[in-house]
């Protein structure tokens, strides 16, 4: 007889200052510079310069997230010299310089005290996922963090799975979304935390089901993670009130979700978007 699925808790979104405010002001504005450049892109009538300017508005879109995950995450070459990442100017791998992975930190913290339960990480980001798993091996050495990334074989992926699953000592287990969200079983978990959000609910729900699977027996609680007062914030309500919306209308939308919308954002939209509240 099988077990029955117990429901996910109540979904919390965790919000914290981004802590290195000037930072992703000046990214922000350097994206909306770049969305103005593009701007011209959409008057044109070919499907050409539509294109262009969608993939440009999604790597501004990428570029703000990974600062608000991790100063340190982000391409620095890109940015002006006076915010080059060094330890010196404030903009090390430490978790006080990102609201949001100190706060990750002491949701993780929380979970491994008594009695300890597992958690899973996701992130979009392949360098985040990488400060993630040093940032939680400093802090608790004496337990396993695992990764996953795509670029796995098979019998790794069916490896670290296994030992999340039956190693007590393995307790968190970080992986890119899209690794994560696909043909695997994870029921060991008790907390799954999304480090930062995906534009498309469908892949965020998908990864939550890894942990979320017959034979699970514990509450499953979902962490969200969100730097207040930045695009995220904005983009977690849009993407519930999208979210409450396609409860209530069928056939769902697919494809890229929200994105598939923002990038047909005007540059005076863009700029509403990105500015810090």
């Avoid at 981004?18 to 992703?24: A, I, K, P, V």
């Avoid at 703000?64 to 890109?78: A, K």
């Avoid at 019998?155 to 030992?163: N, P």
């Avoid at 993407?239 to 209308?249: G, H, I, P, S, Y």
């Amino acid at each position: 007889m099988l077990a029955k699925q117990p429901a996910i808790a109540g979904e919390k979104v965790k919000r914290r200052r981004l802590s290195d405010r000037q930072l992703y002001a000046v990214a922000a504005e350097d994206a909306h510079g770049s969305g103005n450049e593009a701007g011209g892109a959409v008057s044109s009538t070919s499907s050409g310069g539509r294109r262009r300017r969608r993939l440009q508005v999604l790597a501004m879109l990428h570029r703000l997230q990974e600062v608000c995950n991790h100063p340190w995450t982000i391409n620095f070459s890109q940015m002006p010299t006076s915010w080059r990442c060094t330890r010196d100017s404030g903009c090390g791998d430490e978790p006080e310089n990102s609201g949001k992975m100190a706060r990750c930190v002491e949701i993780i913290d929380e979970i491994l005290e008594f009695p300890r339960e597992k958690v899973l990480v996701f992130t979009q980001y392949l360098r985040t996922l990488d400060l993630l798993v040093e940032t939680i091996t400093r802090g608790h050495p004496d337990i396993e963090v695992l990764a996953l990334k795509g670029s796995m074989r098979s019998e790794e992926r069916d490896e670290a799975v296994a030992r999340f699953q039956e190693d007590p000592a393995c307790c968190v287990f970080v992986c890119t979304l899209g690794s994560g969200g696909v043909g695997l079983n994870m029921t060991a978990a008790a907390h799954v935390i999304h480090f930062d959000r995906c534009w498309n609910p469908a892949r965020e729900a998908q990864a939550t089901d890894r942990a979320h699977r017959l034979g699970q027996r514990s509450t499953v609680m979902v962490h969200r993670l969100t730097c207040e007062g930045t695009f995220e914030e904005r983009l977690n309500e849009e993407m519930q009130r999208k979210a409450a919306l396609a409860r209530e209308v069928v056939p769902v939308e697919s494809g890229s979700g929200i994105a598939a919308s923002i990038v047909e954002y005007s540059a005076d939209e863009l700029r509403d978007l990105f500015k810090l509240w």
